[in-house]
């Protein structure tokens, strides 16, 4: 806190990790010895850049850019950019470091990282949308590589972006290497990679319900957002035979007591992905109800499944949530869920499977397409998504493993011990530097 003092989203971040680890850390006093835990709190480096473009009237806009290479020990540093006006050190900072955690759970080789830029993508014409990424990538191509750093999408960024900054990092390289997931099918990308947080996030609650002698069939089903984890989420929980009753965005939520069918979705994929428009025009023209800065959690459901964005679920919120009777509640987004919410819904026994766990399914895909270019080779949709259930099940074996609790299992203990135990091993193999 003193060397961080402006910083909130990644002191939360980092609080929540070091509390859960805590008693695990204190019995294991060779982590301590070696500093480890010092070392992961302090990213390994740290870029900021000016971006500057021109508009479509002309005019000269500046923005802010990021990339923070936050920990490198397991593999080249991974993790999605950012566009939105939101962004700064510490946003990027607390999804770097919890990237890290989540990217040992993958089991695949790769370190953790973030990036991005206070740019807004909203009301931006394609055209701006090219030259931003562009003037973005004159600066950020000289800290990339195939095993140096591997940027993906995140919010605001999706395979539009990645297509330009793809572009213009060939054109400044001269290689063709990958250095950016979530690619076009066209040029590298991976089948199942646009699908692959919100499906993962759907195995990862068929693995908690399974579990428990469970399944989806027929359960009532909140989701928060609209954007890409969302709207696949909604997918695989309306094939498990879920009940899928909200999306949202930050203007408000979408309550739909029928469910989502498979031509809602494409109509609400149609309305967000292809007309940027927003969830009150999809509740509009479909003539169901929307509620002006209402939020999923206030409708009851046995499923809640946070894919918006950071602190979207307070106390308030999960409040309503263990009321409503909430069995389960799975972060698709990253940190969605704020301190003092996770504290009840523990005490209430709601099994909570906190982002780095039941979202990883996005960047395990992201290494599976790291895998597929270097084999200069493109695996079958079901071999992609045969391999994402896999990781997304040996996750939840992992979390179990380290979590167990009498009757219960406590995913955040188990994804933050299980994450940190194989960082911590590969620094301390590496020593100090
Ligand atoms: P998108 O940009 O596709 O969608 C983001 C969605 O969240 C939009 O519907 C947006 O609505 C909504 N949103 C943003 N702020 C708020 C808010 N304050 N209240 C309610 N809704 C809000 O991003 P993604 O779907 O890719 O990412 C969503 C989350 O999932 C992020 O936390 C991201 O870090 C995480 N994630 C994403 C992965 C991926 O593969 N894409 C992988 C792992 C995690 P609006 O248009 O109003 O802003």
Redesign the pocket.
Known sequence: AVRNPDQPEFLQAVKEVLTSIWPFVAAHPEYLDAGILERLVEPERLIQFRVSWVDDLGKVQVNRAFRIQHNSAIGPFKG?MRFHPSVNQSVLKF?AFEQTFKNALTTLPMGGGKGGSDFDPKGKSDGEVMRFCQALMFELHRHLGADTDVPA????V?AREVGYMTGMMKKLTNSAECVFTGKGLSFGGSLIRPE??GYGLLYFVEAMLKAKGETLEGKIVTV???????QYAIEKAMEMGGKVITA????GVVFDSEGFTPEKLAKLMEVKNDRRGRVADYAYEMGLEYVTGGTPWQFAAEVALP????N?LDAEHAKMLITNGVQIVAE???MPSTADAIALMHEAKVLFAP?KAA?AG??ATSGLEMSQNSLRLSWSREEVDMRLREIMYSIHATCEQYGREDTHINYELGANVAGFVKVAEAMKAQGVY
């Open positions: 999605g999804l999408g995140d919010i605001g999706g692959a947080t928060s957002g609209s954007g890409n984890v969302a949202s965005d930050s203007s894919c918006a964005t950071q979207e698709g987004a990253n982002g979202n996005g960047v």
